[in-house]
């Protein structure tokens, strides 16, 4: 079962939401984007993005670490947002890459504690080193993740 999660809000499209972190740091705002680039065998893909809003730049940062105590109701939030987005586009592949190795690495962990979970809604690949995409394994390191919807 996924963790506790943050309610979100779609905003000007099907590929914008946002949703408030609350911690010791106080709120902040997170926006998950979904970018589109390209087809694979028919199927859209799309890019998930995620990170910090900066009111004072208006941009979003998938660099900043907010240290808000409340990772894994964040990416659990995501997660939902993921279900969500894929019910509107079916056949569409997911692909997602932390923007450091620790943040895929931490996608990684976070895929392995909800494995059983995920694979009930989604097919998942993982991107070795060599470029080689396969059938998600706990035990082998990855540089990406993709997902499509059952």
């Known amino acids: 079962m996924l ?23 106080g709120k902040i705002k997170k926006v998950v984007l979904y970018d589109f680039f ?20 208006g941009k979003v940062s998938d660099l900043t670490v907010s240290n808000n105590n409340d990772r894994d109701k964040i ?10 987005f894929t019910s509107h586009f079916t056949d569409c592949v997911i692909f997602i890459r932390g ?34 995409w396969e059938p998600f394994m706990s035990s082998h390191p990855y540089n990406a993740f993709s997902l499509l919807k059952k």
């Open 3 to 25: 963790p506790d999660s943050y309610e979100y809000e779609q905003k000007d499209s099907l590929f914008h939401y946002e949703f408030y972190s609350e911690g010791p740091k």
């Open 38 to 57: 390209g087809t694979s065998n028919g199927s859209p893909r799309f890019n998930l993005g995620f990170g910090d809003y900066n009111p004072r730049t």
């Open 75 to 84: 990416l659990a939030t995501v997660a939902k947002i993921t279900i969500e």
């Open 99 to 132: 923007s450091t190795p620790p943040r895929t690495r931490l996608y990684q962990i976070c895929i392995t504690k909800h494995f059983q979970e995920i694979v009930k809604l989604f097919d998942i690949q993982g991107l070795r080193s060599d470029d080689h």
